[in-house]
């Protein structure tokens, strides 16, 4: 068993902070867009750095963060960022497998499946094979934004090869799947300070 510190931003609205901190943590379904790896609780983990990006370039609109304790067993998460094994298990098992059924459906059924990517080759799995193929509480994944600010060359030979530089602070994000609510644990009022403060004193 692992614990890993993480960060969820939410926005917040006209309800009292009491109302809202009682509600978190957010669950984010599939419903017209696609969440990136199905139904779940999607955080920030280690650091608060892009739970305050996300609120103050994404959403746009006043916000709070809450920090919480995620306790699960390491071999339970599906490790898109550092596994390599698990990375290769999603391109040579798991995608092949549904765009096998991709295909099946497209030619043949009436009710064709969506096409192959991350969240929708997750989400079914998950839905039909979970027990099977995809017996996971959890999963990390990242995006292949490039942090400028932070990038450097390994050495300085780097600056003639491809490729051969840090890249920076990584967006990695965590959820935690629907079914797997028992993991988030520790909840704690983060940001802003009056969220913060009005929890304490109703605690």
Not at 45 to 61: E, N, V, Y
Not at 86 to 109: M, T, V
Not at 184 to 193: A, L, M, R, S, V
């Amino acid at each position: 068993m692992i614990q890993i510190t993480c960060y969820q931003t939410c926005k917040t609205d006209s309800r009292d902070w009491r109302v809202l901190y009682d509600e978190f943590p957010h669950h984010a379904k599939n419903s017209n867009e696609y969440q990136w790896l199905s139904d779940g609780y999607y955080f920030w983990p280690d650091s608060d750095h892009f739970a305050k990006w996300w609120g103050t370039d994404r959403l746009r609109q006043p916000y709070c963060i809450t920090c919480y304790l995620i306790h699960i067993e390491y071999e339970k998460i599906f490790d898109m960022v550092g596994n390599v094994s698990h990375i290769k298990y999603f391109f040579e098992k798991l995608l092949k497998s549904y765009e096998a059924l991709y295909e099946h459906s497209r030619k043949f059924s009436s009710k064709k499946l969506p096409k192959p990517t991350i969240a929708t080759v997750i989400d079914h799995m998950r839905n039909f094979y979970k027990e099977e193929t995809f017996n996971f509480k959890a999963m990390k994944v990242l995006d292949a934004w490039i942090d400028e600010e932070f990038c450097i060359d390994f050495t300085p030979n780097s600056a003639s090869k491809k490729n051969e530089y840090f890249p920076g602070l990584a967006r990695i994000q965590l959820c935690v799947f629907s079914d797997e609510k028992q993991c988030i644990q520790g909840k704690i009022p983060h940001y802003p300070n009056e969220y913060c403060d009005v929890i304490a004193k109703a605690s």
